[in-house]
């Protein structure tokens, strides 16, 4: 999905990284995961808290990702295997997806070449990382 870098830092490995207070919700067509990512970050560069929610619909097939934070100069990194077209707040990725989002502006896209060779075997070509700055405290990206 996507990973938050907080002035430059990534969220750190390990148990003492880890989200806390992680509710999941299943139930027939509807599934959702709510957690709290502060603590995966050193020195604290959240003051309060980092949330985020998942909300997954199989029958409307779409995701909707919701980040809300305190934290300033937050970047979203996502990474996709089609190119992605970008347009405003929109992101089409190959004829499947589409996402839309608010609460961000596109900082750029990347390019990620394949230079291992056990990726290559089920990648045939580069991967993209779309980079996103929160320009709010929420951040919403609902893809269908």
Not at 35 to 60: H, N, Q, W
Not at 62 to 67: G, K, N, P, Q, S
Not at 106 to 135: G, K, Q
Request: charged fraction near 25%; aromatic fraction near 10%; glycine fraction near 6%.
């Amino acid at each position: 999905m996507t990973h938050p870098a907080i002035d430059g830092m990534d969220q750190q490995d390990g148990a003492d990284f880890s989200a806390r207070d992680v509710k999941t919700l299943f139930g027939g067509t509807k599934s959702q995961i709510s957690m709290e990512l502060s603590g995966a970050y050193p020195l604290k560069m959240c003051k309060k808290y980092y949330t985020r929610e998942v909300f997954f619909d199989k029958i409307d097939n779409r995701v909707l990702l919701t980040d809300t934070t305190d934290a300033e100069n937050v970047i979203l990194n996502f990474i996709t295997y089609e190119k992605p077209e970008m347009a405003g707040n929109r992101i089409m990725v190959g004829t499947l997806a589409e996402a839309a989002f608010s609460g961000a502006e596109l900082l750029s896209v990347e390019i990620l070449p394949i230079t291992d060779a056990r990726p290559r075997i089920a990648w045939d070509h580069e991967l993209y990382r779309i980079h996103l700055a929160m320009t709010a405290a929420e951040f919403k990206l609902e893809i269908k």
